[in-house]
């Protein structure tokens, strides 16, 4: 079992910037591809981007392809998120979660991390 818990929301400006952390617990965290996802009030849950097991592949929604990065620590038990040039559209509660899948569907990940709130003002 994997539990993750997140970290570094908050409230920015638009334009602004955040790093949202991911820190797992559980020997098999490094088995897993990492998954960031979204779910702003009154919408489903989105996803944002994915990295693999071991950092060298990631993929992005293309709403935030070129302003978030995904990376991780393996030594550290820690995925990130780098949130660049943040739009009010972006306001949502961000929520990490683990798959053994290369997917980007919710169904498919399996342990998720309680979520973190991240509000940008206009």
């Known amino acids: 079992q994997v539990q993750l818990v997140e970290s570094g929301g908050g409230l920015v400006q638009a334009g602004g910037s955040l790093r949202l952390s991911c820190a797992a617990s559980?020997?098999?965290?490094?088995?897993?591809?990492v998954g960031w996802f979204r779910q702003a009030p009154g919408k489903e849950r989105e996803f944002v981007g994915v990295?693999?097991?071991?950092?060298?592949?990631?993929y992005y929604a293309a709403s935030v392809k070129g302003r978030y990065i995904i990376s991780r620590d393996n030594a550290k038990n820690t995925v990130y998120l780098q949130m660049n040039s943040l739009k009010p559209e972006d306001t949502a509660v961000y929520y990490c979660a683990v798959t053994h899948v290369w997917g980007s569907h919710p169904d498919e990940y399996t342990y998720w991390g309680q979520g973190t709130q991240v509000t940008v003002s206009s």
């Open positions: 559980g020997r098999t965290f490094s088995s897993y591809h």
């Open positions: 990295i693999n097991w071991s950092g060298g592949s990631s």
